[in-house]
Structures are given as structure tokens and as C-alpha cells.
Nanobody, 120 residues
């Protein structure tokens, strides 16, 4: 079992930046990822950190979002730069063992989410 707590969301203007944090109750060697869900849309993957430390980013955020990890704090970060209105969504942190590049519903552990709102 692992508990995940997200923070760092907020409201910014287009072009601005936010850094999301996902604090885990303990260190895991599992896949960890950020997902987002906008109203009326399905939850989608944004970025994933594989157990071998490789990363994956959705095409829509490549070059703008960056994952990082602080092992001493069991915390995963998502640095979001050059934000666009279409990035507006509830952002969730999730974790799972085994295969990493799978649909969101196959992730076992989820945080409560943090809202990101980008105005034009």
C-alpha cells in the first residue's frame, strides 16, 4: 500500500508555470505517473516515470513538462512551463507495479487530485 498526496495546483495565465508535487507515503520502485482529466473528457496520461527511471511524456506536453524526483522526500514533481488553456484539468498522481505504459484504470494507487486552471 502507498498513499499519494498531490499539491501545487492553482490558477495561472497562459505562458505561466506551476510545479506539482506528489508525496508518497513510502518510496516505491514502481511506475509513477501524472494523469489529468478535464470536464467531459476521459482521464489521460501526461507523464510517466518508469521503474528504470526512463520517462514518457504525452505529445501535447513534450518540451513543456518535466518530471523529477526527490528520493529523500519520496516525492515526484511535475514542472509545467508554457502552460496553455488546454492544460486546464484536475491533475492526479498515480502508482502501480509491473507494466507502466498502460491505461489509467490499470493504476492501483491514486491521489486526490489538484486543480490546474490556465486562463488565456
Amino acid at each position: 500500500q502507498v498513499q499519494l498526496v498531490e499539491s501545487g495546483g492553482g490558477s495561472v495565465q497562459a505562458g505561466g508555470s506551476l510545479r506539482l508535487s506528489c508525496a508518497a507515503s513510502r518510496y516505491t520502485y514502481w511506475c509513477m505517473g501524472w494523469f489529468r482529466q478535464a470536464p467531459g473528457k476521459e482521464r489521460e496520461g501526461v507523464a510517466r516515470l518508469y521503474s528504470n527511471m526512463n520517462t514518457w511524456y504525452a505529445d501535447s506536453v513534450k518540451g513543456r513538462f518535466t518530471l523529477s524526483q526527490d528520493y529523500t522526500k519520496n516525492t515526484l514533481y511535475l514542472q509545467m512551463n508554457s502552460l496553455k488553456p488546454e492544460d486546464t484539468a484536475m491533475y492526479y498522481c498515480a502508482a502501480k507495479g509491473g507494466a507502466c505504459y498502460v491505461p489509467p484504470n490499470e493504476y492501483n494507487y491514486w491521489g486526490q487530485g489538484t486543480q490546474v486552471t490556465v486562463s488565456s
